[in-house]
């Protein structure tokens, strides 16, 4: 079909964006709140520039072999036996992350619209749409962000807006109360919210200009870092640090108290969320899209599509691990610890230092 | 999806499969005899009473033996009588017969000397002959020669080029395609007269041979969609073509989707357009419907009057269309979705209201929304298939029945009543019928959806209509263009229409040869 379709620089920041922002920004109040009080906000910004940081390094490391994915590349530099370990845990990270990511997502809806239906029904039809859309390619996904974006970006910034009023922002006083260390721990929670970017390690190859790569990271991360600021900083002046720890969901919350004056629409939660739908499906698509691309590279099979259906049982099969929505955060955490860490910090650097000291791949 | 997929492969690949050696016809010489010829032809036109034979002598001796064929009816007999016939039967007397020099020189003499007519050609090939003569031409043998002079002479029952009665327009040429290729090719040769300007012409149908026009601005399309064009008019092997929707269901790229995806217009007027743009129209002998390819999803929300009113006008009428697109796409869903999920985003007044008027309604709001759509359809059909005279009458018994009966009989409530109509306006609103038809089905699986899983439902149907949409193609153009493609440039003319005096590109996603259409202004 159109599988050989190069990506362009706009398209590629859109698609981090859409990647990023997804089912995370739930919780991210709460989560920061939770390490650094009212400092949250600041640890959101941390995460941001951390991230920014990492994404320099996969830049650089996918720079030097223009040609590789993330399997090829530590083939290439680990060799094929040291190189087992790495493709694994990327492998099962993505899985495990994208299994959390439909059950949370799954809760959500449950939660907002659908009280009475199952989660499963809600998460195997949302699947069905993902095998849909995943077998057609990472040229087609990214034509569906690139038109969903401007809808996401309109009602991003319609609820942002109406959440202004009633806000207090005296209760993100007193700046830097927390101590560092609190802060940091924030921020290291936080790397959840902005997980996806190292999609880049796989779609490096489609990616047209690969000299702009960077600079369509830093665009896009601009835009999440501003949308996560904005809604951590109204919900600690919405709800005060003390009821945004109790709130599972603190920017549903947020949504649900939105009362736009002389409106027909009383309250916006329902419109807000199914737009929010839209959100979760372009995250959960592009990391369906990585696992069944990993796979087919590490079997050195041509066609991905075929490892699509494969994928989905397992990733449904994940998704039912937790019993509840606290297991599931609980789920996450670990993930963050023990496989995000890996895959997005660790790997890479040590990728890119080995590839730098043995003198591999291109130089520029 | 697999086996889904084989399916499609089995259909597509017996629509594209070229050569099963229908098309190419041996070459069959014409007899020098001229008994022999009519024998021959007598014989394959055997219980063809609508042929004319005229076997007639020329020359002062009478000796020269002339056969004209031609379809009654069809054929221009007064242009036959008076140039053909009375050249050849009257005026070829006045010359002398300076018998053998002559003779040799005959048929080169009738061709270019006798025959007072404007479009006549030599063929040699008995089969294009009768080809000629069955598309209404006369063909003209003389004894003694291995050839024909095939006569342009059609001239057949036309209606005239009317108001179309489709797609109506308040400002703008009233002036529509007919069912005659000819007149449909003049109507828009008149609007473009540009030597570039082609006008490629083709037979289709190893039966009924119907003409298919090709039109396109040789410098300004680009060769891909061009190409595509003539590759899959060229691969349909089918008996006969009736009318352009045969063409269109052949040549289509997704044949599984409810969208159109070849626009088809009966405005010469918005085919001049359109492929001064860059696109590419076709004409089908008999049909008024004139295909464009490629389509877009936007350029079928577009009608030509867009273009004629100022834009300011334009835009907000524009703006009127796809909100009652979308209101056509959405409302029964919405409407099932919130009153049988999701109450509470409505203020609460209102929900009460609606519980209400619901009061007494013995079905659930799916149930009733399918009931009303339902007769919605039949009134539709009905009023299509009956005559004119009687279409009104169903119009006011559908309303009484609809509007009143239904309601103060308890089976719908008035606010699914007032949905209804809200829907069906909004609906009749798209100036493209294919649109408007493949919304309707859409509209049925999102009630259906929003029945099962409420507003998540409808949003689960608008993804998926959304991933269909995105993979759409149209000759090589996105569907969804210029939305998939954000193009600043392209957005001037879709959502909203700017003023034409800033339209100095053509699309950029037709990717035009020429890409400007139009010298940069001056600053006053």
Known sequence: MIENDKITNTQLWIFIVLTVIGVGIFALPRIVVESADEDGWISVILGGIASIFLFLIMCRLVRKFPDDTIVEISRKVFGNILSVPVILIFTLYMVTIIGITLRIFGEVVKMTLLLRTPVEVIMITML???????????????????FVFPLIMVTLFFVLFFSIPRTDFSNMLPVFGSSA??????????????????????????????????????????????????????????????????????????????EVPGSFIERLEGIVMSQWIILAFTTIVPISYAISYILSRIFKHKNFKHFTSISIPIIYLISLIPDNI???????????????????????VLLLTTAVLRKMGANK | MGLFGLFMKKISGYTYDANDGKDEVEKVPIPKNIDETNKKLKDIFKDCNDIIFREFNVGTGQKLKYLLICVDGLSDKMLVDNFVLESLMLDARKVKPDAEEIKSRLFDLTKNGTLATTELR???????????ILSADT??????????????????????????????????????????????????????????????????????????????????????????????????????????????????????????????????????????????????????????????LIGMLHSSEDYYQRWIIATFVRGTRITAAIFSLLLPALYIAITSYNPDIIPYRFALSIAGSR????????????????????????????????????????????????VSAKIVSPIMV??????????????????????????????????????????????????HLVNLKSFGVPYLAPFAGMSARDFKDSVVRFPIRSFIYRPEY?????????????KR
């Open chain 1, 181 to 258: 260390a609190r802060i940091l721990d924030g921020a290291y929670k936080a790397t959840y919210s902005y997980a996806g970017f190292e999609l880049i390690l796989l779609i490096a190859p489609q990616v047209k200009d690969k000299g702009k790569m960077f600079k369509s990271g830093i665009i896009a991360f601009i835009v999440i870092i501003l949308t996560y600021i904005s809604v951590v900083i109204l919900a600690i002046g919405k709800f005060g640090i003390i009821d945004t720890k109790k709130l599972i969901w603190p920017t549903l919350t947020m949504i649900r108290s939105i």
């Open chain 2, 418 to 467: 007032i949905i209804v109509s809200i829907t069906a306006i909004s609906s009749f609103t798209i100036p493209n019928f294919g649109l408007n038809t493949g919304m309707r089905i859409v509209r049925f699986v999102l009630m259906i959806l929003a029945a099962v899983l409420g507003l998540y439902g409808v949003m689960l149907g608008l993804i998926a209509l959304l991933i």
């Open chain 2, 139 to 296: 063909a003209l043998f003389m004894d003694g020669f291995d050839k024909a002079i095939v006569i342009g002479t059609k001239l057949w029952p036309a209606r005239q080029p009317q108001e179309p009665k489709s797609e109506g327009v308040v400002r703008g040429p009233s002036d529509g395609f007919v069912e005659t290729l000819r007149f449909n090719t003049a109507l828009v040769r008149r609007r473009i007269r540009d030597p570039k300007f082609k006008v490629k012409q083709m037979k289709i149908g190893y039966r009924s041979k119907t003409d298919i026009a090709v039109m396109y601005i040789e410098d300004i399309v680009k060769k891909d969609i061009l190409q595509k064009v003539f590759d899959r008019l060229n691969s349909i092997k089918i008996d006969g073509i009736i009318e352009s929707g045969y063409v269109e269901q052949f040549i289509e790229d997704d044949i599984f989707s409810p969208f159109p995806q070849v626009k088809s217009t009966e405005r010469p007027d918005a085919v001049a357009a359109e492929i001064l743009e860059g696109r590419v129209g076709i004409i089908v002998d008999n049909s008024p419907f004139v295909l464009i390819v490629p389509g877009t």
């Open chain 2, 510 to 522: 037709l990717q035009a040869n020429d890409k400007k259409r139009m010298a940069l202004r001056k």
């Open chain 1, 128 to 146: 069905v749409l993902v095998i849909w859309l995943t077998r057609y390619g990472i040229e087609p996904i990214v034509r569906f962000d690139e």
């Open chain 1, 326 to 348: 606290v297991e599931a955060y609980d789920f996450l955490d670990k993930i963050t610890k023990y496989l995000e860490t890996p895959v997005i910090l660790i790997i890479p």
């Open chain 2, 122 to 132: 030599e063929e040699d090939d008995l089969n294009k002959v009768i080809d000629g």
């Open chain 2, 359 to 406: 009061e007494g309604v013995p079905f659930p709001a799916f149930i009733e929304a399918i009931i009303m759509e339902l007769s919605l359809e039949l009134l539709r059909e009905a009023g299509v298939r009956l005559p004119d005279p009687i279409g009104g009458t169903i119009g006011i018994v559908g309303g009484i029945i609809i509007g009143q009966a239904a």
